[in-house]
Nanobody, 124 residues
Framework: QVLAVESGGSLVQAGGSLRLSCTASGLTFSAYVMGWFRQAPGKEREGVSSISRRSGTIYYADAVKGRFTISRDNANNTLYLQMNSLKPEDTAMYYC?????????????????WGQGTQVTVSS
């Protein structure tokens, strides 16, 4: 059974930083493209960032470029999202996801496995 557990979400002031982590089990982590997604109340889930199996290809949503950094540690089955210069509009539930499809993608429909999410709240 595949299990992905996110952590690191919190309440933070605008301009602050957070580092999210996602630890996966039950799959060969290095064989999966990984992604971070977020969903704010009343809005659709949107892609934040995606990273290829060996970290050679990375995509970011325009809204987070230059502020967020995705990375992965295949030896420890862990995905990270470093979030800097946080804004109130970054407030959302953040999810990690895994896909066996070949290439990184910000499209949620391409992902097979999902974590339960971690809440990020940015106060103004």
């Amino acid at each position: 059974q595949v299990l992905a557990v996110e952590s690191g979400g919190s309440l933070v002031q605008a301009g602050g930083s957070l580092r999210l982590s996602c630890t996966a089990s039950g799959l060969t982590f290095s064989a999966y493209v990984m992604g971070w997604f977020r969903q704010a109340p009343g809005k659709e889930r949107e892609g934040v960032s995606s990273i290829s199996r060996r970290s050679g290809t990375i995509y970011y949503a325009d809204a987070v470029k230059g502020r967020f950094t995705i990375s992965r540690d295949n030896a420890n089955n862990t995905l990270y999202l470093q979030m800097n210069s946080l804004k109130p509009e970054d407030t959302a539930m953040y999810y990690c996801a895994a896909t066996s499809n070949g290439f990184p993608s910000l499209e949620p429909k391409r992902y097979n496995y999902w974590g339960q999410g971690t809440q990020v709240t940015v106060s103004s």
